[in-house]
């Protein structure tokens, strides 16, 4: 079967994606306490999976290095948000994390070519978890972890775009309460905090967008490129993975399992950065 049909604003070239260092087990930022045992190896194995996983997609993965003195190093998608060429460089909102983007910084500029923008407030902060792109508009969620002046660096960032603010609470991210499921199409759960965040979302964005409804919150964090869909697996989604597989217009999609990353906060769209190709002139 042929990659399926994406508009343009979903069709992904590229991927950043960063290896996982020993110092994740113990020392990884963790919101549920106590937090469950992780167990490295299967980290490193379910992360290796996903990158094939994404390769699947026609992507091609760059692999970073893994840096012991980033223990969320992993989680590359909180350092830049890019889109249609440009690169933003996050302040993320965890002091333990500003040091990640370093390399991202690097590697955006040299190796991919991409015009980096600066976040020139220090006091903003940003997780790039909390920046939904949905095609048309930018959607940033103030968590703990993205602030006002973070959400104003974006809307700075990319002046060509829509952007809008949500208030979001019972979650690290925006992004663990929403994702793109397809174009125009939202994925969030039913949960009560979901539903409150996706309310405030459809109050404020410009364009209206389907929503598809899934059951444990969880699985409202898929990845959306090329065509098709990265979601979580029956054995951690139970009750959403009947109603993703029955959807007809999805048929080419992958089920990765990442329950490892998950006990550090990790979801699917956590451990990459997505980049289209750029035209050189
Ligand atoms: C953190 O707390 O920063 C990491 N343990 C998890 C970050 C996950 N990021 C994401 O979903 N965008």
Known sequence: TGKGKAPDVFRYHYAIVSRIPNSFKDSSLKQKEPAKPIDLEKARQQHEEYVETLR??????????????????????????????????????APSRLGEVAVIRQTLRKELGLKIVEVDNDKATIDGGDVLWTGKEIVVGLSGRTNQEGAQ?????????????????????????????????????????????????????????????????????????????????????????????????????????????????????????????????
């Open 153 to 281: 660096a974006i809307a700075k960032a990319f002046p060509e775009y829509a952007t809008c603010m949500v208030r979001v609470e019972g979650a690290l991210h925006l992004k663990s309460l929403m994702s793109m499921a397809g174009p125009e199409l939202i994925a969030v759960s039913r949960s009560p905090a979901a539903q409150k965040v996706l309310k405030r979302v459809q109050e404020q964005v410009t364009y209206s967008y389907m929503i598809l409804t899934v059951e444990e919150e969880e699985a409202a964090n898929m990845l959306y490129a090329n065509g098709m869909r990265v979601h979580l697996p029956d054995t951690t989604i139970p009750k959403s993975f009947p109603i993703i597989e029955n959807k007809l217009d999805f048929q080419n999609r992958y089920a990765q399992d990442i329950s490892e990353l998950q006990k550090a906060d990790g979801d699917l769209t956590s451990m990459s950065i997505l980049i289209q190709k750029v035209k050189h002139p």
């Open 56 to 93: 699947k997609l026609g992507i091609d993965v760059l692999e970073l290095p893994l840096d012991e003195r980033h223990p969320d190093c992993v989680f590359v998608e909180d350092t830049a948000v890019v889109i249609n060429g440009t690169a933003l460089i996050c302040r993320p909102g």
